[in-house]
């Protein structure tokens, strides 16, 4: 999911938000209602008991749209997990049963059941092994609307599925499986380490369109006017990522290799679907070549609908996403959505296929689908983009610990929601970061593939994650693990470093503020670069004590010294430098978290010695967040040295590649070109798709 389903600050009243691509987006919901365990409880959350193993779910259902009921058929076949059965218990949600049943070669038997608290209980014939499959009928009325939040569902952003405007021309259904939320709809076992094939029978008004996982294999006109569309999944997956989806789409074609690839988007938006799904069959190429393990699935769909409850799903072969991808041409040159297309489809390998066994280690999910926004970035855009990314992924996490502070992979929850959060997300692709940084990228994918050809189409838990590192690295890993994945926060630490010219020496003391009473030591393996006159120099060191002195034979006093040469570390550090330093920084800046640093500091010290010439040396920075900080410094110069950089501006406005760069330069154009010369300027951009630079051409009067 992306990313954040609820976001809970506080106990009541919570915010919502998602890290979107550029910047963090707050949006208000309705308040929810979210368990916390009482002071000095022992709760633990482990996996689920299987006693019963679902091997296929065929579902039969159709709608009332008036009276927002699903009327379903469900066939369940099964097969006691490994000890012998007599029961089924299965979860459905605020459920009219109408009968239950055995089938055998078609042959109904009726079967005893208890209903409950949204358990059905159903009494079986007689005791089953492990090796005999049954098959249960069950007939029944869903009533998603029904269900009473605080009693059946935590919110109401939890009853499964979903009748939207619905008596309009635009209406639509669509499901939400994750976490425990499809037995609103259809009978099942609510458990991420239940996987099952499935196939879906769908009956709607001929004129919509349909979406399930899976192929459609039939689709066949009634008599009363409907259509019945036949999804079938061959492939096992979880529960909780069966969906399907209702409504008048349109369907933009597209495909890797002989992998069909459809969008489906509501038909005003269908022109520019491939404006914002187009890099799909590239991303499938990067991550199946990325993993050394070609997309495990037989299509893959995406669909934009609407009100949805989250940023998106990552349903197998049928991601769903909300309404915020109904963008047009224009909008994608502004802001690419490529971060949350990239999440849910690398969660085709990592949720998916290998399925966290319990929402505990939920991270095995979401840090993998976080990081791979990383990666495509870094593959399409550059590492400039993709560090900025990961810089933004940090400053929520920083900001999100200082509320909560739980542990990566943690037992101890009180609900199941709360798990959805920065930590579970951005503190876990960050970590992956630094877990990818620790063993070196050749291991580190190796690593990844062992992962998911050990555990494909079944479950996973942190340790497993560890092991593959381990057999592949040859190194015990249990020191990052523990460290990392199994406790919480992140350290702390002071850095000061003085040259002693009667030692010939550098020296570089680190303080990890911690209580050692009660707190860890971490163990923090960090590169250190070190530039003299003639030379630069990189050192790996390791910090693990409390209080540490790295010293450096060096002949003269360094020009540069950069601690955590790599910006790896995940910590919070206090570093005393200079305006001199900051200046230094970003002349032997290696990536652009250093320039970021940098050019920051200047920004905010605009009168130092050091920030014009910076500022017009970031004109030909890799980042247009760099770029434009520069431009909106350029902006406030007196007219006559805005005119010495015409060429250039001239340049960036008419071919830098990403529009706010392009839009940022015009501003400054604007103030020192001629009328003549704007509207030549216009003519060139007329055609320009994005908007800021169109709103750039208005506002600077280049017509
Ligand atoms: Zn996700």
Redesign the pocket.
């Known amino acids: 999911?992306?990313?954040i389903k609820k976001g809970v600050c506080c106990l009541i009243g919570a915010a919502f938000f998602l890290s979107g691509c550029a910047k963090i987006h707050f949006i208000e919901f309705e308040p929810i209602f979210v368990r916390a365990n009482a002071v000095g409880s022992n709760v633990y959350q482990g996996s689920k008991e299987k006693t019963i193993d679902i091997i296929n779910t065929q579902l039969d259902i159709s709608f009332s749209w008036d009276s927002a009921f699903v009327y379903g058929n469900a066939t369940i076949a099964a097969k006691a997990y490994f000890m012998p059965q007599n029961k089924v218990i299965l979860d459905a949600k605020g459920f009219k049963i109408n009968k239950i049943g055995l089938l055998n070669n078609s042959v109904f038997k009726e079967l005893e059941f208890s209903y409950q608290q949204n358990k059905l209980t159903i009494f079986l014939d007689k005791t089953y092994s492990a090796q005999e499959e049954f098959k249960i009928f069950i007939s029944y009325t869903a009533m998603p609307e029904k269900l009473k939040v605080g009693k059946d569902i935590t919110t109401i952003d939890d009853r499964g599925l979903y009748f939207i405007n619905k008596n309009k021309p635009n209406k639509q259904i669509w499901t939400q499986g994750e976490t425990d939320c499809n037995s609103g709809w259809f009978p099942t076992i609510e458990d991420p380490a239940e996987k099952m094939t499935q196939q879906f029978n769908i009956t709607i008004e001929k004129n919509l369109k349909t979406l399930s996982n899976g192929i459609l294999i039939a689709s066949k006109e009634n008599s009363d006017g409907t259509r019945t569309d036949s999804w079938e999944m061959q492939k096992l997956h979880s529960v909780y990522l069966a969906m399907i989806a209702v409504g008048d789409f349109k369907i933009t074609e597209d495909s890797y290799r002989d992998i069909r690839l459809n969008y489906y988007t509501e038909p005003e938006f269908a022109p520019h679907a491939k404006a914002v799904f187009g890099h799909t069959p590239e991303m499938i190429s990067f991550f199946s070549d990325t993993l050394n393990y070609p997309f495990p699935w037989p299509k893959y769909d995406q669909i934009v609908v609407k009100n949805f409850v989250s940023g998106a799903m990552?349903n197998t072969t049928a991601t769903v996403f909300y309404d915020q991808l109904n963008k047009t041409a224009g909008e994608i040159a502004d802001e690419s959505q490529d971060p949350i297309i990239a999440?849910?489809l690398f969660?085709h390998w990592f949720?998916d296929l290998v399925t966290a066994e319990s929402w505990s280690n939920l991270s095995l999910?979401?840090s993998f689908?976080?990081y791979a926004e990383y990666l495509w970035l870094a593959h399409k855009f550059g590492n400039a983009y993709a560090d900025e990314h990961l810089m933004q992924d940090a400053e929520a996490y920083f900001k999100y610990v200082k509320i909560k502070d739980p542990d990566l992979i943690r037992f101890d929850y009180a609900d199941k929601d709360q798990m959805f959060d920065a930590i579970t997300?951005q503190k876990g692709g960050l970590i992956l970061h630094q877990l990818r940084k620790e063993v070196g990228d050749a291991a580190f994918f190796t690593s990844l593939n062992l992962y998911l050809k050990t555990h494909e189409f079944k479950t996973a838990e942190i340790h497993d994650l560890r092991l593959a590192f381990e057999e592949v690295t040859g190194r015990d890993l249990n020191w990052f693990f523990n460290q990392w994945f199994l406790a919480n926060s992140n350290p702390q630490i002071k850095i000061s470093k003085v040259y002693y010219p009667e030692e010939n020496a550098l020296k570089i003391m680190v303080d990890q503020i911690i209580d050692t009473t009660h707190q860890k030591i971490y163990q923090l393996p960090f590169k250190v670069k070190i530039v003299n006159a003639n030379q630069e120099q990189v050192f790996s060191v390791l910090l693990n004590q409390a209080h540490q002195e790295f010293s450096f034979p060096m002949d003269t006093k360094p020009v540069y010294v950069k601690f955590d040469a790599d910006n790896q570390l995940l910590v919070e550090k206090q570093e005393l430098k200079t305006e001199e330093d900051y200046a230094l920084q970003y002349q032997y800046a290696d990536d652009f978290i250093d320039r970021y640093e940098s050019l920051n500091y200047f920004n905010k010290h605009q009168n130092s010695k050091f920030t014009k010439e910076l500022m017009l040396k970031a004109l030909d920075d890799e980042s247009a967040t760099l770029m434009v900080m520069a431009l909106n410094y350029i902006k406030k110069l007196e007219v006559k040295e805005q005119e010495l950089l015409a060429t250039k501006l001239m340049i960036l406005a008419l071919k830098a590649s990403e529009s706010k760069v392009r839009a940022a330069s015009l501003m400054v154009l604007a103030k020192i070109k001629s009328a003549k010369t704007k509207k030549e300027i216009g003519q060139q951009l007329k055609t320009d798709p994005s908007l800021l630079v169109q709103k750039a051409l208005k506002q600077g009067k280049f017509n």
């Open positions: 999911m992306k990313k990552e999440h849910e969660h949720g999910n979401e689908a976080t997300y």
